[in-house]
């Protein structure tokens, strides 16, 4: 089993940074992919970015490509998402989580374990 702890959350200015760190407890962190979601308040869980075990490749949703990059250090059991020129809209709560499915999981479905969240406030 794994447990996750995101942090790095806040407010921030349109056009400004972020960068969250998830936390994995467990010795088996490079077992999992790590995937990050969003979740804007009476909206459904949006997929950001994914990254593979070794994290030697990432995937990225449409609307994040370019601004974000996910990036891991399995020494560290830590997932990170540096995220680059905020919008307003990107306002939600942020979250990640593990999967042990074989293939790259762009839905919820496909994670195992999910972290409580870290909030991210953009103002305009």
């Known amino acids: 089993q794994v447990q996750l702890v995101e942090s790095g959350g806040g407010l921030v200015q349109a056009g400004g940074s972020l960068r969250l760190s998830c936390a994995a407890s467990g010795r088996t962190f490079s077992s999992y992919v790590m995937g990050w979601f969003r979740q804007a308040l009476g909206k459904e869980r949006e997929f950001v970015a994914v990254i593979n075990r070794s994290g030697n490749f990432t995937y990225y949703g449409d609307s994040v490509k370019g601004r974000f990059t996910i990036s891991r250090d399995n020494a560290k059991n830590t997932v990170y998402l540096q995220m680059n020129s905020l919008k307003p809209e990107e306002t939600a709560d942020y979250f990640c989580?593990?999967?042990?499915?074989?293939?790259?999981?762009?839905?919820?479905?496909?994670?195992?374990?999910w972290g409580q969240g870290t909030q991210v406030t953009v103002s305009s």
């Open positions: 989580a593990a999967s042990s499915k074989l293939y790259f999981a762009t839905k919820a479905s496909g994670y195992d374990y």
